[in-house]
């Protein structure tokens, strides 16, 4: 008898503005080092320095630039649960995340903040142990292949879904005020969903490919 191989699907997962929350913490600590009263609510673009005056925006850059920046970013409300719910349905979660760059003090190149990539993995470490050995950091994530794309960054979902939609990829842009306006250019292969329906998504376009 010929034997059914479900084949489980691989998900990147995005961190930042997906499962970890970047803005709740710069907001907060900006907020406290110099009086203002800035909330997330006023991030209404993905290049979030741009919806701040240029001072602002250098402030910003330097503090999540500062070492053990990401070390303790909260955790996104139903972050956890949501996680749970992909691994329970079979999915192979890989965390795909961008580390900061910043110009290297010798050189001037722009490279990776080490800073940033160590905070990330003890975050991880921390909040997701049962994913501390799937981490995958590139700022070209349309360089991996995958059945989905979890993420925020309107800009990632797009490059990512031109490069494999062809495969039957699916994008799921998580809904963000910073996404919000901006039109999707493959809506077969892009779902914009709230965090909490991730899973759901997932499970139903997986369905229908079987
Ligand atoms: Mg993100």
Redesign the pocket.
């Known amino acids: 008898m010929e034997s059914k191989v479900t084949k489980k699907p691989v998900v990147l997962l ?5 499962i970890a929350d ?1 803005i709740a913490k710069l907001l907060r600590v900006y907020n406290e080092r110099w009086g203002a009263t800035f909330t997330s609510a006023d991030v209404t673009h ?1 290049e979030f320095y741009e919806c701040f005056p240029k001072e602002v925006a250098k402030r910003l850059y330097d503090i999540f630039n500062e070492p053990g920046f990401f070390r303790d970013l909260p955790l996104v409300d139903g972050a956890k649960e949501m996680v749970e719910k992909m691994l329970t349905f079979g999915c192979e979660v890989e965390l795909c ?2 580390p900061s760059s910043a110009p290297l003090v010798k050189t001037g190149h722009y490279a990776l903040n080490a800073n940033c990539a160590k905070d990330k993995v003890e975050w991880v470490h921390e909040h997701f142990p049962e994913l501390g050995n799937n981490i995958t950091m590139t700022r070209r994530k349309q360089l991996l292949q995958a059945d989905f794309l979890v ?3 309107h800009g ?1 979902i797009e490059k990512w879904v031109a490069a494999h939609q062809g495969n039957g990829s699916v994008g799921i842009l ?1 809904a963000q005020p910073w996404n919000e306006q901006l039109s999707l250019s493959y809506p077969l292969s892009t779902r914009r969903v709230q965090l909490r329906d991730v899973p759901a998504a997932i499970e139903v376009q997986t369905n229908l490919a079987h």
């Open positions: 995005d961190m930042d503005g997906v970047f993905y995340t961008s993420d925020d960054s990632n998580v």
